[in-house]
C-alpha cells in the first residue's frame, strides 16, 4: 500500500485547480440509466470512486467509457444486461446504491446489496427504502440484498424523508422522473450536487421544481432523453485546499472555486480571522502569518457546515490559538482522524459527538495512519504544517476522492511525495 511523505515548513504559493465533484459525479452516473439516449459528463474528476460507478454500470449493461484522460464519460445504456448491484461493488462504495432508484423507474426491478457499514458509521438506507415504498415500490430484504419491485411501474407520491439524506434525496428524485404523476419530496437535502443532478435531468427532459430547497416536486414523465453536463465543481475539495495555506502559511488560489459552494465553511474562515477574497478564477485564501483563532463548529446538512469538511477544519484547529469545539451531528464516527493528529502532538479531547481541540503552537511530523476519505487528508494538511516529516499510510482512501492531490500541492510549493507501498 502506497504511503504519503510530507515534510512540513515550506509556505505555499500558487493556484490549485479544483476538479468536478466527486459526489455529484456519483449521482450524475446513474441517471444514465433512466434513460436508452447517450448521457456524457463532462468535467469528471479522475479518482477511483468514479471507477467503481464505471464498473458497477457496466455490470448491468451499461456503456461507460471515460475521454479526455477520464475527464470526459461517454455512457448509454439503450440495453441492459442486469439489474442487480453486486455486493462486491457495493461493500467498497456505498454511493453504488444509487442505481436503485434509476434501476426501479427504468426496468421496475432491481436486486441492490445493502452496502454494509463503512468507517464512518452503519450507513443504514431506511430512508431510501421508505421513499421507494411510497412511491409503490415492494423492497424486501433478503441475504443482505434490497429485493426491490415496481409493480406496474412507480407512481408519484407526497414523500416526507425523516432526515435530508442526500442519498435517499437523489435515489427518490432520480425514480420520480419516470414514475406516474407528480411526487413532492419534503425534507429533501439541498446540497449544490442534488442541484447539479436536477439541472442534469431536466436537460433530459425531466420536469423538476424546487432543487435546492427543502421542498421538490417532479412530474413524471413517459420518457428521457439525453444530454451532455458538465460536473459542477467539488466543494469538498475546494474547502480542503483552502484550508492548506491557513496550515502551511502563505497564498493559494483555488481554481474554479465559487463562494455560494462553501458558505458555512469559509464564514468560519471568516470567523477565525482568514480572509478569503474573491477572484475572477476562483477563491484565493492568504495566511496572515499569526495563527488562525479558535472557533466551534456543528456539522449539518447544506446549507449548514458540510460534515465532508469536519476532518480537515479539526487539523487546522489543532494550531489554532484557544479552544474549539467541534460537534459531528451527521455521521456516528468520524472522528477517528483524532487519534491520528495526537500522534503528531495535537490536544484533542473525544467524548462522543463532540471534539474539544485546544491549540498548540506547532505540530511534529509522526507516522500516522488513513483510516477514510476525508481523515486521510485531514493528516495531510496537518503535516504540511508540522515540523520534520510525517508519513500517512493506506492512501488508497485517499485516492478514492482526491485526484492527484501530491501534484496539486506540490504544485504550489509542498514538500510531499507519493513512496509505492511494499
Ligand atoms: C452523501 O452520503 C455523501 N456521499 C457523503 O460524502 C456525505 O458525507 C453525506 O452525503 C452527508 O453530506 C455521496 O454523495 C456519494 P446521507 P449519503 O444519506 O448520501 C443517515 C464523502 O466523504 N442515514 O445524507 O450516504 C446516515 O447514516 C462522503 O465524500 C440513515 O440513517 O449521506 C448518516 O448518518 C462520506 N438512513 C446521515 O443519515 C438512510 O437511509 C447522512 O447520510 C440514509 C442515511
Redesign the pocket.
Known sequence: MDSIVVTGGAPLQGQIPIAGA??AC??LMPATLLSEEPLTLTNAPRLSDIKTMTLLLQSLGAEVSALADGKVLAMSSHGLSSTTADYDIVRKM??SNLVLGPLLAREGHAIVSLPGGCA?????????ITALEALGAEIELKDGYLHAVARGGLKGARVPLR?A????TENTLMAATLAKGTTIIENA?R?P?IVDLVICLRRMGAQIEGEGTSTITIQGVDRLGGATHQVVTDR?ELGTYMLAPVIAGGEVECLGGRMELVGAFAAKLDAAGIDVAETERGLKVRSRGDRPRAVGVVTE?FPGF???LQAQMMAMLCTADGVSVLEEK???NRFMHAPELMRMGARIDVAGGTATVTGVSQLKGAPVMATD??ASVSLILAGLGASGETVVNRVYHLDR?YEHVEEKLRGVGARIERVAGK
Open positions: 466527486k459526489n456519483l449521482t456505498r454511493a464512518i458509521g452503519a450507513r443504514p438506507m431506511d430512508i431510501h432526515f439524506s442526500v442519498g435517499a437535502a446540497e450536487e469538498i446538512p458540510p460534515t465532508d451527521i455521521f456516528e476519505l476525508r476522492g
